[in-house]
């Protein structure tokens, strides 16, 4: 329980579980409960006043907000910085819902953490956890709470989700793993164990 200033305490995996009702898991996890977050936007001067306190459902990423600042203050995205070639945005301009109009997206959503991986691609949300875990599928128009899992009825979407995750990774260098490198063996290791089995024999 609370304790000095240099006391970190956590309220455990099933506390967690229900602050995120009804969303499965919480935060580290890339099922809903641990990626949902509201973004509330302030812009009187952009927003129509009958869109105040409107809703909108479109699913959005964090990748989007630097390219939302960058539409808004009209500014262009540079290709380089003297001769230093500068990583393109990969969000999008989320401007358009705040006048009620639709975004388009080119690309599915991607998400990696710690392990843990997810794509968006319209209704379809393909989610792993671990970087060894089996891939689930959800509609999520139909099920947000993600508790029925169609992989197995629709191998085809799976399939496509799945390598879709894959090329994005590496691209994104968010794999190779770096658990999956082998170390290197040092010489003076590697002959240190040799001359012991030289001696047992």
């Known amino acids: 329980m609370p304790g000095p200033d240099d006391t970190y305490i956590g309220y455990g995996q099933d506390w967690a579980n229900v602050s995120n009702t009804p969303f499965r898991e919480y935060k580290h996890w890339v ?54 070639a500068i990583t393109p945005l990969a969000g999008i301009s989320l401007r358009p819902l705040f006048t009620g109009a639709q975004v388009h997206r080119p690309a599915p959503i991607f998400w990696e953490h710690e392990g843990n991986r997810a794509v968006r691609d319209g209704d379809w949300k393909l989610v792993a956890k ?11 128009t139909a099920d947000r709470t993600e508790l029925n899992n169609l992989a197995a009825q629709h191998k085809d979407i799976t399939n496509r989700l799945a390598t879709a995750w894959e090329n994005w990774a590496v691209e994104a260098k968010a794999k190779p793993w770096p658990w999956d490198k082998t170390p290197p063996v040092q010489g003076g290791a590697a002959k240190s164990k040799s001359k012991n089995k030289s001696a047992k024999k």
């Open 31 to 84: 099922h809903e409960g641990g990626i949902s977050t509201p973004l509330i936007v302030h812009w009187p001067a952009g927003i129509p006043a009958a869109l105040n306190s409107s809703l909108v459902c479109t699913p959005a990423h964090i990748i989007d907000i630097a390219a939302t600042c960058v539409d808004l203050a009209g500014a262009k995205y540079p290709a380089k910085r003297g001769d230093t």
């Open 130 to 140: 671990g970087h060894d875990g089996p891939w689930e599928l959800y509609n999520m």
